[in-house]
C-alpha cells in the first residue's frame, strides 16, 4: 500500500500548496511503516518537521495511568481527592472521571487572565499552584457526572499524580515508557524554552510580538498538563502501537477507547466521543476511529488511528500537523487523507 498510501497523501498536499507554514501528512496502512510527505522549507533538507504535539500528550498521560493501574498501584475507582484533597467534592470523583472529561474539573481556555498573561509575558508561565487557582479550587463546574467538559487541568493532576507514585520527573517517565521503547527519536517533553530549540518555525498572533517564533519565546509550561515535541511520523507510530497493544495491556486498551458521546451532535453523521486519553468517533462514515487532537500556539494537529478503515479489513493511522495557527486546516488535511485512502482500497 506505500505507493498509493505516498499518492493519496501528495494528492492532499497539492490541494493546500498554498497554506501558510509547513504541512506535515503521516500515514501507515496495514501495520505498514509510515508513510510521510511534507511541504515547507524542510523539505529542502529532507528532514521532517518537528512540531508541539499539544494535547496528544494527553494519551501519553492516560497511558502512564493506566499501566499504574495494570501494576496494581492506582485503581480508576480511585478518588482524585485521595491525592489532591483541595479538589472541590474529589471524594466523589474517581480517576476514570477525571481521565474521560466527566469529573466537572473547569478549564482556563475561557479565562481572559490565562490568554493576556500569555499574551504578555511567553516566557513566564503559570506554576501548577497558578493553575489550580485559577480554575477547580474556585468550584466545580458541573456536578461529577453531571456532563462533559475537556479539562486541561484535570490532565494536570493525572500527571502530577503520575509523578509523586514515580518519584520520577514526567520528562523520564516518557522517554522510559514510551519514547525509548518505541524508538522515538524526536518524541520528547518539552520543559524550558531551550527544548524547543529545533522545531518548525512558527507564530502566533496569541503572543505580544508575533514576529518571534514561538519555539524562541513561549515557554512549554502554558500547557497545564505538559507537552512533546515530535513528528507526526512518531505520533503515528505511537497510536500504532498503542493499538497493538505494546503500551497498556489489552483491558487497558479497551477501557481507553469505550468511547462515550459527549452529548452535542456535530453533523447527522458525526458523534464526537471521548475515551480515556483519547477522542474520536464511532459513527464517523469510514468507521470507528480515535486518537486525538493537537492545537496551541503556532502548530495544531490530529491524530486518527482506524481499527477497520471502511470495513476494509485494514487497520489505517494518520496524523496531519501543521506549523500555523489559522485555522484547524490539519484536522481537515487528516480527514481528506482518510476519504483519499478510503477510495484506493
Not at 231 to 253: C, K, N, T
Request: net charge negative; aromatic share 8%.
Amino acid at each position: 500500500m506505500s505507493p498509493q498510501t505516498g499518492s493519496a497523501l501528495a494528492e492532499v498536499l497539492e490541494r493546500h500548496a498554498s497554506a501558510e507554514g509547513a504541512l506535515v501528512l503521516s500515514a501507515a496502512v496495514d501495520r505498514s511503516a509510515p508513510v510521510t510527505r511534507w511541504t515547507g522549507a524542510e523539505g529542502r533538507n529532507g528532514r521532517e518537521p518537528i512540531v508541539l504535539a499539544y494535547s496528544i500528550t494527553k494519551t501519553m498521560i492516560a497511558a502512564l495511568v493506566f499501566r499504574r493501574v495494570e501494576a496494581g498501584r492506582l485503581s480508576l475507582d480511585d478518588p482524585i481527592g485521595q491525592w489532591f484533597p483541595d479538589v472541590p467534592d474529589g471524594d466523589a470523583i474517581p480517576l476514570w472521571r477525571v481521565l474521560q472529561h466527566s469529573a466537572g474539573l473547569p478549564d482556563y481556555g475561557a479565562d481572559a487572565a490565562y490568554h493576556d498573561t500569555l499574551r504578555d509575558h511567553p516566557g513566564e508561565p503559570w506554576t501548577f499552584e497558578d493553575y489550580a487557582d485559577r480554575t477547580y479550587r474556585r468550584g466545580l463546574a458541573y456536578p461529577p457526572g453531571a456532563g462533559w467538559a475537556y479539562s486541561n487541568p484535570g490532565y494536570m493532576l493525572l500527571r502530577e499524580l503520575v509523578v509523586r507514585i514515580e518519584g520520577r520527573p514526567f520528562a523520564q517517565l516518557v522517554e522510559d515508557e514510551i519514547a525509548r521503547p518505541l524508538a522515538l527519536e524526536e518524541t520528547r517533553v518539552v520543559e524550558t524554552i531551550e527544548d524547543l530549540a529545533g522545531l518548525t518555525p512558527a507564530r502566533s498572533e496569541r503572543l505580544s510580538d508575533s514576529s518571534i517564533p514561538v519555539h524562541e519565546s513561549m515557554h512549554p509550561g502554558w500547557v497545564s498538563h505538559g507537552v512533546v515535541r515530535s513528528r507526526a511520523s512518531e505520533i503515528v507510530r505511537f497510536y500504532e502501537a498503542f493499538s497493538l497493544r505494546r503500551i497498556v495491556a489489552p483491558g487497558s486498551l479497551a477501557r481507553m477507547t469505550d468511547l462515550q458521546w459527549i452529548g452535542r451532535e456535530a453533523a447527522p453523521d458525526v458523534r464526537p466521543s471521548s475515551g480515556c486519553g483519547v477522542l474520536g468517533d464511532p459513527r464517523h462514515r469510514a468507521g470507528f476511529w480515535y486518537g486525538h487532537g493537537a492545537g496551541g500556539p503556532g502548530y495544531n494537529g490530529l491524530a486518527m488511528h482506524f481499527p477497520d478503515l471502511a470495513g476494509s479489513g485494514r487497520p489505517v493511522t494518520i496524523c496531519a500537523f501543521r506549523a500555523s495557527e489559522r485555522d484547524p486546516l490539519a484536522e481537515t488535511l487528516a480527514h481528506e487523507v482518510v476519504e483519499a485512502l478510503v477510495g484506493r482500497l
